[in-house]
């Protein structure tokens, strides 16, 4: 991308902020949110743009295909909100779409909510995404109970004007040396009043040094390793479930996080597991509590942390749980 902002508060956030955004720079009504987004995503976007008096297409939850977003198109489109990895663990090439919406002027918003992913997934950007919005939480910032987290929203240069947040430039001083100054700031508190493009934007000082600490310990080829650290540890996983009796791994293709369907309770399995000290993964009845079909499914996540022995372990758990 071309352009990055300095003050997203989340993930979450920056994905509404993202939907609105598209719907100032299209001037169109109707966002399609695909129904594999985050379900907390999806539920943070309706609040942000609850207020509007625009329409927000919401899919049920589900793997959607690129083909699947394209049919529901039309000239009232302001943008189609996807996910990749999306919340199953699925990876998709999001070339086409772009290209269907860009023929109806209408935007990408690409929604990344595990950034390291960018070290070996390809990126947003180079599949014609118009918006990039990422959690960087992962990324020198501890879990500390879901906050303050590290929110992340990029853009092409022709968008720059509708963009939320603070945009920072290079410029030099009057002795001629580099230097960086507020060049944009669109906030509330800077008399535009009902015209700021802005209304959930904070400045996480402390999460922005810790984050760009452990980037710059990384170095780009860091990262790239990082990623497939993580992605070699969720294969081998993957492999080690897929041969337990009555389980099945529902990917195709992921990255560091997977779907498992299982012979049982998907929220009893979890509790069980949790007696014996395994954090097996999370139960998708938590996220979609009235859906039947989510019931026996469990997302589960490989970071380069975990050894084989925790492998096993987890495996020789389930075995005995699902005899």
Known sequence: MEVSNASMYDGSTACGEAVLMARRASRKKKAILSGSLHPQYIEVTKCATKFTEDITLINPPGVY?????IDQIDEETSCVVVQNPDFFGNIQDYTKLAEALHAQKALLVVVVTEVVSLGAVRSPGAMGADIVVAEGQSIGNGLTFGGPYVGLLATRQKLVRTMPGRVCGETVDADGKRGFVL??????????????TSNICTNAGLCTLAFTIHMTLLGEKGFRHLARLNHAKTVQLADKIAVIDGVEVLNKNFFNEFTVALPIDAAEAIERLADMKILGGVPLSRLYPNDPDMKNRLLMAVTETVTEEDMDRLVCALKELVK
């Open 65 to 69: 295909l690129v083909d699947d977003l």
């Open 183 to 196: 060049t944009l700031s669109t906030r509330e508190q800077h008399i535009r009043r009902e015209k700021a």
